[in-house]
């Protein structure tokens, strides 16, 4: 027998939609004061002065508002802009992508996507403002990947090392910080499924034919290859699930 749907009383239905529209309300405080990263917000007693509510209830949104990564609770010392965190985004993400591997893997092949689209889509830039030491940068990380491929490693931390190095130029923390997350969220998505044999060699290969395109500084090549690259990806995730 098919069970009943769940519903949502109007009382509770109420009372998220004024604990949503408190959590908003704490964060345009420390937008109006102008607070920064590591500023102390007011304590638990002068938000529900300011604000109207109960301290019980200011206290349920803070808990969320840390766990969103928007403040950080020192206890004994008090609450504080919190400085960029991405863990709560890499979990969500991770177990999206997870679930939806169950049925058609949609999610897990959007994030793909998504990355695919940053990283093609921006190599152009970041060569505009390539140096000879960015470039020497990623030589060296693709030397330390071919080092760990010859001795039988994995090459988890050259792969992610020299994504970050080829995005380095752009200065832009933002679009590494994003990388990362997709980075952790793929790397957990594909051990919970169980890794299959890796072509250590194929893998150097391809990075290598990155580089060269970035060192020849053509942007169409290197888009061309970095779209390749993530072709390859999203057909190992395939393959993995669909064992």
Do not use: C
């Not at 893997?105 to 959007?110: I, R, T, V």
């Not at 990388?179 to 998505?189: L, S, T």
């Amino acid at each position: 027998m098919t069970p009943a749907p769940t519903t949502v009383s109007p009382a509770r239905f109420s009372a998220q939609i004024r604990s949503q529209a408190l959590q908003t309300r704490i964060m345009e405080l420390i937008l109006e004061r102008g607070l920064d990263v590591g500023d102390a917000l007011p304590t638990e007693s002068e938000l529900s002065a300011e604000l109207g509510v109960g301290r019980n209830t200011i206290r349920e949104s803070l808990k969320v508002l840390q766990a969103l990564g928007v403040i950080e609770i020192r206890h004994g010392f008090g609450m504080f802009v919190a400085p960029n965190n991405f863990s709560a985004l890499v979990s969500g993400l991770t177990f999206r992508g997870r679930l939806s591997l169950g049925h058609r893997g949609e999610e897990a092949m959007e994030l793909i996507d998504v990355r695919q689209a940053l990283e093609s889509g921006l190599i152009g830039s970041a060569i505009d403002l390539l140096t000879d030491e960015h470039l020497a940068a990623l030589r060296e990380t693709m030397e330390a990947m071919q080092k760990a491929a010859a001795e039988g490693g994995l090459l988890v931390e050259q792969d992610a090392e020299f994504h970050r190095r080829l995005y380095a130029p752009l200065n832009n923390d933002l679009l590494i910080n994003l990388m990362d997350v997709f980075w952790q969220v793929y790397r957990q998505i594909h051990e919970a499924l169980g890794t299959g044999p890796v072509n250590l060699d194929e893998q150097v290969k391809i990075h290598w034919d990155i580089y060269d395109a970035v060192a020849r500084k053509d942007k169409a090549l290197a888009s061309e290859r970095l779209q390749r690259h993530f072709d390859g990806i999203r057909r190992k995730l395939k393959d993995v699930a669909s064992a």
